[in-house]
């Protein structure tokens, strides 16, 4: 059954509520690998073997705002750095005897399905007063990733508004994926709203100011969320409470010391680039004033930019490497002449 589900297109890949049921063992406890405010997240296993997340909503009651508008968004983000949909599962509710009655109880299942992601959340690799524990090449890989996502997000109009360590999600090979769109928006792109006042939703620490404040929503939201991403992920959640007292010189100084410490010497002569621009990039997301803050694009520039500076350091270091070796061949060629001639000269030379 679930393999000719498994050809279907993303929209029409509908699952039955019993299958779901039978693979999580009636969503037995012992299934559960992750819960959040609004929903708790299963593992199960298809009939092909794939792996898969069932996250099934929490909340009650017949309103199916939120399962339509994560539902809609993440049909349409199709990226390698977004959580990959599968599929759905939508059951109304069902006949229950009521006074010797049978009455439809309405009280509907959602459930949405994505591809299991070994690695658990970035979260799980974060503490409090220690960087990520994870050495730099594979924080640099999660903070290209979660960019490069991101800036595929703002492209078709969406915007997260809820990115936080424990919505990026990694893989076998550490590569991070953007997941749960459960308060995310489509909005054209450098379009502000304001939403009703009072009803803050987010996650305190990665809501910008200007939400909290005026409940402005605009692309900028997520930028501020992304600078809290990487300063935790470089200098611990502690650093990144205190970092808006610290002037921001002396905050970029302690961060590349933290990662100097951390790094092989003979590696960090070009990581040291890496750092410094990541943290820069951080804190200039996080300025109280969302004009202030750069834009996923620029973001992405900036990083591709050290790349292709390193590149060229390194086919420098290779022509210099080159032409050494060439001076080398000349010096022993005309040594060889040399001590040829002399050889010749001195009588000795024998045909
Ligand atoms: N595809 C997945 N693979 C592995 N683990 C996952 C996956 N999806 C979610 N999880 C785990 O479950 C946790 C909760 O998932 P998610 O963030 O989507 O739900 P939520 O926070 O309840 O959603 P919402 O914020 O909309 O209420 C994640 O932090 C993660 O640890
Ligand atoms: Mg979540």
Same mark, same amino acid.
């Given at each position: 059954?679930?393999?000719?589900?498994?050809?279907?297109?993303?929209?029409?890949?509908?699952?039955?509520?019993?299958?779901?049921?039978?693979?999580?063992?009636?969503?037995?406890?012992?299934?559960?690998?992750?819960?959040?405010?609004?929903?708790?997240?299963?593992?199960?296993?298809?009939?092909?073997?794939?792996?898969?997340?069932?996250?099934?909503?929490?909340?009650?009651?017949?309103? %199916?705002?939120?399962?339509?508008?994560?539902?809609?968004?993440?049909?349409?983000?199709?990226?390698?750095?977004? &959580?990959?949909?599968?599929?759905?599962?939508?059951?109304?509710?069902?006949?229950?005897?009521?006074?010797?009655?049978?009455?439809?109880?309405?009280?509907?299942?959602?459930?949405?399905?994505?591809?299991?992601?070994?690695?658990?959340?970035?979260?799980?690799?974060?503490?409090?007063?220690?960087?990520?524990?994870?050495?730099?090449?594979?924080?640099?890989?999660?903070?290209?990733?979660?960019? !490069?996502?991101?800036?595929?997000?703002?492209?078709?109009?969406?915007?997260?508004? %809820?990115?936080?360590?424990?919505?990026?999600?990694?893989?076998?090979?550490?590569?991070?994926?953007?997941?749960?769109?459960?308060?995310?928006?489509?909005?054209?792109?450098?379009?502000?709203?304001?939403?009703?006042?009072?009803?803050?939703?987010?996650?305190?620490?990665?809501?910008?100011?200007?939400?909290?404040?005026?409940?402005?929503?605009?692309?900028?939201?997520?930028?501020?969320?992304?600078?809290?991403?990487?300063?935790?992920?470089?200098?611990?959640?502690?650093?990144?409470?205190?970092?808006?007292?610290?002037?921001?010189?002396?905050?970029?100084?302690?961060?590349?010391?933290?990662?100097?410490?951390?790094?092989?010497?003979?590696?960090?002569?070009?990581?040291?680039?890496?750092?410094?621009?990541?943290?820069?990039? !951080?804190?200039?997301?996080?300025?109280?004033?969302?004009?202030?803050?750069?834009?996923?694009?620029?973001? &992405?520039?900036?990083?591709?930019?050290?790349?292709? #500076?390193?590149?060229?350091?390194?086919?420098?270091?290779?022509?210099?490497?080159?032409?050494?070796?060439?001076? #080398?061949?000349?010096?022993?060629?005309?040594?060889?002449?040399?001590?040829?001639?002399?050889?010749?000269?001195?009588?000795?030379?024998?045909?």
């Amino acid at each position: 059954m679930a393999s000719n589900l498994q050809n279907k297109s993303p929209l029409t890949r509908e699952f039955p509520l019993e299958f779901l049921q039978s693979i999580t063992n009636n969503f037995s406890e012992d299934r559960i690998i992750g819960e959040g405010g609004f929903a708790v997240v299963y593992k199960g296993v298809l009939d092909n073997g794939e792996e898969i997340a069932l996250k099934k909503l929490t909340h009650t009651g017949t309103e %199916d705002t939120k399962f339509a508008d994560e539902f809609n968004n993440i049909v349409r983000a199709r990226h390698q750095n977004i &959580v990959q949909y599968v599929g759905y599962c939508y059951h109304p509710g069902r006949w229950i005897e009521h006074n010797q009655q049978y009455v439809f109880g309405h009280e509907p299942t959602r459930i949405l399905c994505f591809e299991y992601l070994h690695g658990g959340d970035l979260g799980r690799h974060l503490s409090e007063e220690q960087p990520c524990g994870l050495d730099w090449q594979t924080c640099y890989k999660i903070i290209r990733g979660v960019c !490069a996502g991101l800036k595929y997000l703002h492209s078709v109009d969406i915007y997260h508004l %809820d990115l936080k360590p424990a919505n990026i999600l990694l893989d076998n090979n550490m590569m991070p994926k953007i997941g749960d769109f459960g308060i995310s928006r489509v909005l054209p792109s450098s379009k502000t709203i304001t939403t009703k006042p009072g009803t803050l939703i987010g996650t305190m620490g990665f809501m910008p100011p200007e939400y909290i404040d005026k409940q402005e929503i605009s692309s900028k939201y997520d930028m501020f969320s992304l600078g809290a991403i990487l300063i935790q992920i470089m200098a611990g959640r502690k650093n990144y409470c205190d970092c808006g007292s610290v002037p921001s010189e002396n905050f970029i100084d302690l961060v590349c010391e933290i990662w100097r410490k951390k790094v092989h010497p003979a590696m960090w002569s070009h990581t040291w680039k890496e750092v410094k621009a990541c943290i820069r990039i !951080a804190l200039r997301c996080l300025e109280y004033d969302r004009h202030k803050r750069p834009t996923i694009r620029e973001v &992405v520039d900036e990083l591709n930019r050290i790349d292709i #500076e390193d590149i060229v350091d390194e086919l420098d270091r290779i022509d210099i490497d080159i032409s050494s070796v060439r001076d #080398e061949a000349i010096n022993l060629q005309s040594r060889v002449a040399l001590a040829y001639n002399h050889y010749k000269n001195s009588g000795k030379y024998l045909h």
